[in-house]
T-cell receptor, first 115, second 112 residues
Framework: EAGVTQSPTHLIKTRGQQATLRCSPISGHTSVYWYQQALGLGLQFLLWYDEGEERNRGNFPPRFSGRQFPNYSSELNVNALELEDSALYLC??????????????FGEGSRLTVL | GNSVTQMEGPVTLSEEAFLTINCTYTATGYPSLFWYVQYPGEGLQLLLKATKADDKGSNKGFEATYRKETTSFHLEKGSVQVSDSAVYFCALRRGGADGLTFGKGTHLIIQP
């Protein structure tokens, strides 16, 4: 069974540009979570999608956005890139986000570098 | 709100030493507790978990016991190996909105 897959593995952008990151959850999982792992800041919750809807977002500006498609894959968009957006972006999936208290399954991440 | 506090590293040990990484949490209700491991250049992998008080999670020689009275979930291993060098994250989940709440991570370095 395929795990969570993310693309691209690495992405280099310049300030002011837009970045798009993609995630495919484990088959059968309807919930997708996005986290940012910036150097020295640990793992910060970004967004949660379930059944095609945004259910919750962390303390990030609106230029961080995304969506979930009918096949439950997800896209994270970061507009007007800033240097401090350089980080590893991790996607995770779970069976459903509602009352699920089980583990999240993580992808390998997409490393975004903003120059 | 929910929070997880863990010792920050780096923690440097010699091979075959005993390992303890402390983790305490704050949460309402009865969260599930997890330890994740991140090897260099990789994503997060689940190491072990416990879903209720007094449960012991174990995997690859690592153990942690869910202690509700002390709100703790300390990670232990009797004899570490160089291959255990990684960053270890303690986390909790109450379900839904926030997914996992993570500690800041502990960088473990095992020297031969």
């Amino acid at each position: 069974e395929a795990g969570v897959t993310q693309s691209p593995t690495h992405l280099i952008k310049t300030r002011g540009q837009q970045a798009t990151l993609r995630c495919s959850p484990i088959s059968g999982h309807t919930s997708v979570y996005w986290y940012q792992q910036a150097l020295g800041l640990g793992l910060q919750f970004l967004l949660w999608y379930d059944e095609g809807e945004e259910r919750n977002r962390g303390n990030f500006p609106p230029r961080f956005s995304g969506r979930q498609f009918p096949n439950y894959s997800s896209e994270l968009n970061v507009n007007a890139l800033e240097l401090e957006d350089s980080a590893l972006y991790l996607c995770a999936s779970s069976l459903n986000g509602g009352l699920d208290t089980g583990e999240l399954f993580f992808g390998e991440g997409s490393r975004l570098t903003v120059l | 709100g929910n929070s997880v506090t863990q010792m920050e590293g780096p923690v440097t040990l010699s091979e075959e030493a005993f390992l303890t990484i402390n983790c305490t949490y704050t949460a309402t209700g009865y969260p599930s507790l997890f330890w994740y491991v991140q090897y260099p250049g990789e994503g997060l992998q689940l190491l072990l978990k416990a879903t209720k008080a007094d449960d012991k999670g174990s995997n690859k020689g690592f153990e942690a016991t869910y202690r509700k009275e002390t709100t703790s979930f300390h990670l232990e291993k009797g004899s570490v190996q160089v291959s255990d060098s990684a960053v270890y994250f303690c986390a909790l989940r109450r379900g839904g909105a926030d997914g996992l709440t993570f500690g800041k991570g502990t960088h473990l370095i095992i020297q031969p």
